[in-house]
């Protein structure tokens, strides 16, 4: 009987334990998918700003490419409307590919575009 009473016990622990991280996993990709378009273009830009080692004019221009195509995005999703979605996305991404283009340079667009591919390979992965 205390066999059974000590499995009881240990199972109930490690139940709730696993309900917790669960939960916490829950919270955090809540937060992140609730950042404001002005936080997320802020978030890429500083990302960029380190990998692509940006210039403070570069920065500037960049902060407001990066918040113009974060901002069409949210409305584009906001608007609920799958008709056409995909190609919206596909000419807004393309709007925003120029305009880096006229922004960085020729060593640092390419990083730039290798690292626009590795995370679309991520997105895919997760899907």
Do not use: C, H, W
Request: no cysteine; hydrophobic share 35%.
């Amino acid at each position: 009987m205390k066999l059974n009473l000590k499995k009881t016990i240990m199972m109930g622990g490690m139940l709730f334990f696993l309900m917790a991280s669960v939960s916490a996993f829950a919270q955090d990709r809540d937060k992140a998918q609730k950042k404001t378009p002005e936080e997320k273009a802020r978030m890429m830009t500083e990302k960029m700003k380190d990998k692509l080692s940006l210039t403070d004019e570069q920065y500037s221009k960049v902060e407001a490419a990066n918040l113009d195509f974060v901002t069409k995005k949210f409305a584009l999703k906001q608007e609920g409307d799958k008709t056409g979605a995909d190609d919206k996305i596909k000419s807004l991404q393309d709007e925003y590919n120029s305009s880096m283009r006229e922004i960085l340079n020729e060593e640092q667009y390419r990083k730039f575009t290798e690292m626009d591919s590795k995370m679309k390979d991520k997105s895919k992965q997760k899907s």
